[in-house]
């Protein structure tokens, strides 16, 4: 008997694109990022805790109820952010594997495209490992096509064509709200966007990522921050940001350098079982609003030492915001030639020191809160100290 939800889904692996992109049209010209998939033990769990938490609202379910059996995921949605996230129901399943080496992890960090066949062919063709090959997906919605390919540890980019697509996600995904009526609707608090998306590499793997990027995605580096920007007493880092589509996607990528004590990337490293994404920086135009909200919901962030803010009046000038707000919530603030960004740190979203959150709002600035980096990373040490990994 199909389950009352079932959602007639097809599927077609597309053959290799015969047609080459008309001249002038970029293959890897990205419309932005997707969404964001996260492999949880529970997608149940998760969906409570980051739409609770984090104002995000389920729209999107697949799983055994809509005729899918091999794993459940549920679409949160906030602005224009998608996350998913997707759960094993079968412990052989390889999902499961993925869960016990990495935890709760990014799993895919995907792209939008406006032609899935062009991009993966020519990503491929430069040197891409692929993970999925074209494939259409079919619903009553429409069409979806999609392809992946490997990047940094056991992370995947995606390719999303969803320009044919009128449903809540992807093919064979049901309403959320019609297979679990009755839920309340969660206040959203303020997140627009996801600004950019960090990954932590091995020690001397940062240059070989960044040529990646660089030579298959057709990104760019827009900046580098040295082991001397980035240390502190016990660790230092090294990072460079990648941007793609026509700086839509920003991808900073960290590596460990050598300091006194074990750097946070190294204990990143060691606790996801390798390379990953070290945390998603989501935008908001009111970070006031925003974390008022998330702290009245109980959302913890990194601390900030009361001597950080005794020093921004001279640092940073003039921002519109009153200062006095600012430090009562944490927030931390830098300035560059272009403005200037406020932005604040999660603690990690799980047990394991992997992934966080950073809530972000650029005020001209298009930078990473460098000037930050000392006072955050000696909050971070003050958490691996008391982890007792320093
Ligand atoms: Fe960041």
Redesign the pocket.
Same mark, same amino acid.
């Given at each position: 008997m199909k389950p009352k939800h079932f959602v007639e889904v097809s599927s077609t692996v597309l053959p290799p694109a015969s047609a080459e992109p008309p001249s002038g049209v970029d293959p890897t010209a990205f419309l932005g990022f997707d969404h964001i998939e996260i492999y949880t033990d529970s997608a149940k769990q998760s969906a409570y805790f980051l739409s609770h938490a984090f104002g995000f609202n389920p729209v999107a379910y697949r799983g055994p109820e809509t005729g899918w059996q091999d794993s459940a995921s549920i679409i949160l949605k906030q602005a224009d952010v998608m996350i998913m996230l997707t759960c094993p129901l079968k412990p052989d399943s390889t999902i499961a594997k993925q869960i016990s080496k990495h935890g709760f992890a990014a799993r895919d960090v995907a792209f939008r495209v406006s032609n899935t066949e062009w991009c993966f062919q020519e990503v491929v063709k430069r040197g891409a490992t692929p993970v999925a090959p074209p494939t259409e997906w079919r619903d009553c919605n429409g069409t979806i096509v999609h392809a992946s390919i490997r990047t940094y540890g056991d992370t995947i980019h995606s390719f999303v064509d969803r320009s044919r697509y009128t449903g809540p996600f992807w093919p064979g995904f049901a309403e959320y709200g019609k297979v679990f009526p009755g839920e309340t609707v969660i206040p959203e608090v303020g997140i627009s966007g996801i600004? @950019?998306v960090?990954g932590n590499v091995e020690l001397g793997k940062m240059n070989e990522w960044v040529s990646f990027y660089e030579r298959v995605l057709g990104f760019s580096q827009i900046t580098h921050f040295t082991d001397k920007e980035i240390s502190t007493e016990y660790s230092a880092l090294m990072s460079k940001v990648m941007k793609g589509g026509g700086g839509k996607i920003k991808l900073?990528i960290n590596e460990p350098a050598e300091g006194k004590r074990k750097s946070q990337i190294e204990e990143f490293l060691q606790y996801n079982g390798g390379a990953g994404v070290q @945390?998603i920086?989501l935008s908001t135009n009111n970070i006031i609003a925003t974390i008022k909200a998330l702290r009245e919901r109980g959302v913890r962030f990194l601390y900030v030492p009361k001597t950080y803010y005794e020093e921004v009046p001279t640092r940073i000038g003039f921002i519109k915001e009153d200062l006095s707000v600012i430090q009562n919530l944490g927030i931390l603030v830098d300035r560059d030639d272009d403005g200037y960004l406020l932005?604040i740190f999660t603690k990690n979203l799980e047990d394991r020191p992997t992934l966080f959150l950073?809530i972000?709002q650029r005020e001209g600035s298009q930078g990473?809160?460098v000037g930050n980096f000392k006072a955050l990373f000696e909050a971070i040490e003050r958490d691996q100290a008391e982890r007792g990994n320093l």
């Open positions: 600004d @950019h960090v900073p @945390h920086a932005q950073e972000i990473f809160g």
